[in-house]
């Protein structure tokens, strides 16, 4: 069985439920000793508001696509058998999974820091947009880890700017292994970076 194989996206169009079991089936397997799942669910309160729902938006093609991309730099920095990844659109009330990961290793350390690296990907990267619903209006909402992967680039502004990117290693496979340089000398932490490449963005 290929990577290809072991890997599972799926978007779900709304008013479709995420069902964990599914997933988690998906990526048991008898030579794999842990299983790593995260379970993204919507809260009744933000920053003392009463929520009523979060409403989600994706463009699809874009999204699965990016989802397997960050699956597969996932695979380069740990050893993984199976990722399942799953993210529900429309309509989330209080309560009910938005988005679910498990990740399944022959050693619990590559299923828990694979697991944090697709959620904070995922996050910071996907064009999935959410929108908070609260009971007394609503907001579309940036997340953090989109807003701190801007900061790191040194795009504060909006604006596409290109700067040289070099990969400085700090000898770990963990989710913060890697720092970049920039070529007017800023530093910045990211979350992973293939090691010994250089990039421009």
Known sequence: MDTEEKTLVEILEENNLIDLAKYINYVSASQ???IATFSGTTRDTFEGKTVVELRYEAYV????RQIKSICS???SSWDIHSIAVAHRLGAVPVGETS???AVS???RTDAL???KFLIDELKASVPIWKKEVYSNGEVWKENSEFMERKL???NTNGSCCRRN???ETRGTKGCCGAKVKMADGIAAEISTIDAGTEETI
């Open 73 to 75: 730099s996932a695979r």
């Open 99 to 101: 988005v679910f990961i």
């Open 113 to 115: 820091d694979a697991c």
């Open 32 to 34: 794999a000793g842990a």
């Open 165 to 167: 990117l070099k990969l």
């Open 105 to 107: 290793a022959v050693h």
């Open 152 to 154: 790191e680039l040194g």
């Open 61 to 64: 093609p874009m999204a699965i």
